[in-house]
């Protein structure tokens, strides 16, 4: 069974709807991130958890929401969802020391109409 | 901030042979870390090799291995005996050592290994 899971894996949306994104892993990592790629861009941080108690912004947080439900998961939700928020997007987890590396999920491709 | 630049977006090479991937970085801090990711066609962002700063070796794990010159601010890849499951995209990343949460990452090259 794959260590980062995310669902769904594909989602056609409209725009102005709400739609959540969701990441759960079994690596007992406390760190988890979520990440947009887009073409041509690389990967960028949206919003990234230290614990459950512990959220910060990344560098690409408008537009977006997260929750942190339980250690091992964390939800990434767009409240009315627009044509650029079309991409891919990545959730990651890592242990707390600093030598410790992120895991990445499969993604989930996002299409806002 | 930090910057990462990859100046080659898309790559070629014949199947058994070996191609280098080029990566630049721009930093002020001297402890950091750097990283080599690849996505497939399956999306999945896979770590391939990584690099402690303060390490003068340069890293490597089976066919790739990377050509660290801390001086010059330049992480390249290189991937020996090139297979057809090594077509994907690679990302450059980077992390400073005293904020262990953020990667900066490269726009990322298309490598494609031809038979």
């Known amino acids: 069974d794959a260590d980062v899971t995310q669902t769904p894996r594909n989602r056609i949306t409209k725009t102005g709807k709400r739609i959540m994104l969701e990441c759960s892993q079994t690596k007992g990592h406390d760190r988890m991130y979520w990440y947009r790629q887009d073409p041509g861009l690389g990967l960028r941080l949206i919003y990234y958890s230290f614990d459950v108690k512990d959220i910060n912004k990344g560098e690409i947080s408008d537009g977006y929401s997260v929750s942190r439900q339980a250690q091992a998961k964390f939800s990434l939700s767009l409240e009315s969802a627009i044509p650029n928020q079309t991409a891919l997007y990545f959730c990651?987890?890592?242990?707390?020391?600093?030598?410790?590396?992120?895991?990445f999920g499969p993604g989930t491709r996002l299409t806002v109409l | 901030a930090q910057t990462v630049t990859q100046s080659q977006p898309e790559m070629s090479v014949q199947e058994a042979e070996t191609v280098t991937l080029s990566c630049t970085y721009d930093t002020s801090e001297s402890n950091y870390y750097l990283f080599w990711y690849k996505q497939p066609p399956s999306r999945q962002m896979i770590l391939v090799i990584r690099q402690e700063a303060y390490k003068q070796q340069n890293a490597t794990e089976n066919r790739f291995s990377v050509n660290f010159q801390k001086a010059a601010k330049s992480f390249s890849l290189k991937i020996s005996d090139s297979q057809l499951g090594d077509t994907a995209m690679y990302f450059c990343?980077?992390?400073?050592?005293?904020?262990?949460?953020?990667?900066?990452f490269g726009k990322g090259t298309l490598l494609t290994v031809n038979p």
């Open positions: 990651a987890t890592s242990g707390e020391r600093v030598t410790d590396t992120q895991y």
């Open positions: 990343a980077f992390r400073s050592a005293g904020s262990n949460y953020k990667l900066t």
